[in-house]
């Protein structure tokens, strides 16, 4: 990691001030990713209505195209998910259903497993950035970004204690805290 002067000395001080910010955000609530985890692991599968609640925390914008997908489709994919080895196959084969480009899809991999997955978007990114751990400014997302961001999210997590899902929430609320300007 290539220190940026943003960069605090102790990284666990920085998510630890940056998750108590989140709950001013406008980002996923970490409770209902929690239910929604809960509901996947017990069912096995998420259904086409429990994934359109997860899109509409995600992005109520683009939720609707949800309700486009087949519903045995909708459980098939999300079966097929848990099977998956790889983050960009789990990402990919979300992004297969209407409604779930990187972004929503990895709200769907944090609900599953909050240990190994993190929410990922624009401010997450911006986040990484400017933390030096990525280059370059983006908007968009696919499976190959969510690769590059999730291996610095592992890696702060790796040196923290915390989890991937707690620090992205934490470089979600850094973004949001430091922005200068609109979003986008």
Known sequence: MTNSP???????SFIAENLDRYAETQGVLPE???????????QGYLTREQLYDIAY????????????????????????????EGDFSK?????????????TA???????????????????WASLERLGYLDGRKE?????DYVAMIGPIRKLAAETGYTPVEVGYALFAYDDHVREGTLH
């Open 91 to 103: 990402i990919h084969l979300i992004g297969g259903l209407r409604g779930f480009k990187a972004p």
């Open 140 to 144: 968009t997302f696919d499976a190959a």
């Open 57 to 84: 925390e995600s992005s109520t914008r683009s939720a609707y195209h949800v309700r486009n997908n087949p519903a045995e489709r909708c459980r098939e994919v999300t079966r097929n998910v848990r099977a998956v």
């Open 32 to 42: 209902r990713l929690e239910e929604f985890g809960e509901t996947y692991r017990d």
């Open 106 to 124: 990895s709200c769907v991999l944090a609900a599953l497993d909050g240990d190994n997955h993190a929410v990922v978007d624009t401010r997450v």
């Open 6 to 12: 943003e960069m605090p000395p102790n990284p666990d």
